[in-house]
Nanobody, 121 residues
Framework: QVQLVDTGGGLVQAGGSLRLSCAAS????????AGWFRQGSGKEREFVAA????????GYADSVKGRFTISRDNAKNTIYLQMNTLKPEDTAVYYC??????????????WGQGTQVTVSS
């Protein structure tokens, strides 16, 4: 059983940057593919980015491509989401996930508790 903890959210102005982290507080997810999803108020959860277990392959939603970067450090049992050039429409609760692959949230077995990102205009 893997337990994930998301951190790094906050309030930032449009154009700013944040880095989210997701660490395994129990178990290890270094052998799992992982991803980030987000859910805005009144919206469905949507895919943001995914990364293969060894970091060898990444994928992004079109809305964040070129602005966000997913990475991982398996020695630290942590994945990251570097978010640059943030826009108000990026405002959402961000969740990391592991034990799945691709862009479907239903494919992932393990989830963090979420961290709020708010981008002011």
């Amino acid at each position: 059983q893997v337990q994930l903890v998301d951190t790094g959210g906050g309030l930032v102005q449009a154009g700013g940057s944040l880095r989210l982290s997701c660490a395994a507080s129990r178990g290890t997810f270094s052998t799992y593919n992982a991803g980030w999803f987000r859910q805005g108020s009144g919206k469905e959860r949507e895919f943001v980015a995914a990364i293969a277990w060894n970091g060898g392959h990444t994928g992004y939603a079109d809305s964040v491509k070129g602005r966000f970067t997913i990475s991982r450090d398996n020695a630290k049992n942590t994945i990251y989401l570097q978010m640059n050039t943030l826009k108000p429409e990026d405002t959402a609760v961000y969740y990391c996930a592991a034990g799945g692959s691709g862009s479907r949230s239903s494919d992932y077995a393990y989830w963090g508790q979420g961290t709020q990102v708010t981008v002011s205009s």
